[in-house]
């Protein structure tokens, strides 16, 4: 069984640019979670979808982070624009439950963003 | 507020030799998840084990075992026989599938591993 798949898995920007992250969940998992891990510290829930829905998007700052899951499979987040703070791995992550209970997670690689 | 502490930022221990990671967290709830995940340095996070809060029976994965203590709410990762190849973060995580509907993690614990 294929894995969590993310691209690019490294980024290099200049602060006020913008940048997209991918992300394929396993198949026929219904959650994906798209999370940021800053150095030093352990990973936090930005975006949670189900199926094509958000369920949770309370910790994403939407001034400048969107994130979609048009057709309830691969995912796309946006940062625009990229300010310093945001350089972190962006960890995407699915797993097969509903919402109320979404089980056990599987990450995929991350994307280490790097903003300057 | 759930929260997840994990008070070892770093942990050593030589090959072959058994080490703990300890965890404690704080919630109300009386039914939850908790997860032990690794992350080696190339950054993909992988689940080591699980355990149920309504389960009294502490889970066990192969060299790894959990000490659960629901009343002192800690759960502790014992990794037993050690293997270079455990060499990486250990996070401790919290799952209530109420209204936060949250995965929560500690901030880890960086496990080297002398040969």
């Known amino acids: 069984e294929a894995g969590v798949a993310q691209s690019p898995r490294y980024k290099i920007i200049e602060k006020r640019q913008s940048v997209a992250f991918w992300c394929n969940p396993i198949?026929?998992?219904?959650?994906l979670y798209w999370y940021q891990q800053i150095l030093g510290q352990g990973p936090k829930l930005l975006i949670q979808?189900?199926?094509?829905?958000?369920?949770?998007d309370s910790q994403l700052p939407k001034d400048r982070f969107s994130a979609e899951r048009l057709k309830g499979v691969d995912s796309t987040l946006k940062i625009q624009p990229a300010k310093l703070e945001d350089s972190a791995v962006y960890l995407c992550a699915s797993s097969s439950g509903l919402a109320g209970w979404s089980g056990t997670q599987y990450f995929g690689p991350g994307t280490r963003l790097t903003v300057l | 507020a759930q929260t997840v502490t994990q008070s070892q930022p770093e942990m050593s221990v030589q090959e072959a030799e058994t080490v703990t990671l300890s965890c404690t967290y704080d919630?109300?709830?009386?039914?939850?998840?908790l997860f032990w995940y690794k992350q080696p340095p190339s950054r993909q996070m992988i689940l080591v084990i699980r355990?149920?809060?309504?389960?009294?029976q502490n889970a066990t994965e192969n060299r790894f075992s959990v000490n659960f203590q629901k009343a002192a709410k800690s759960f502790s990762l014992k990794i037993s026989d050690s293997q270079l190849g455990d060499a990486a973060m250990y996070f401790c995580a919290y799952y209530y599938g109420g209204a936060t509907n949250k995965l929560i993690f500690g901030t880890g614990t960086l496990l080297a591993v002398q040969p």
């Open positions: 979808f189900q199926n094509n829905g958000v369920v949770d």
């Open positions: 919630t109300s709830e009386s039914d939850y998840y």
């Open positions: 355990q149920e809060a309504y389960k009294q």
């Open positions: 198949s026929g998992h219904a959650t």
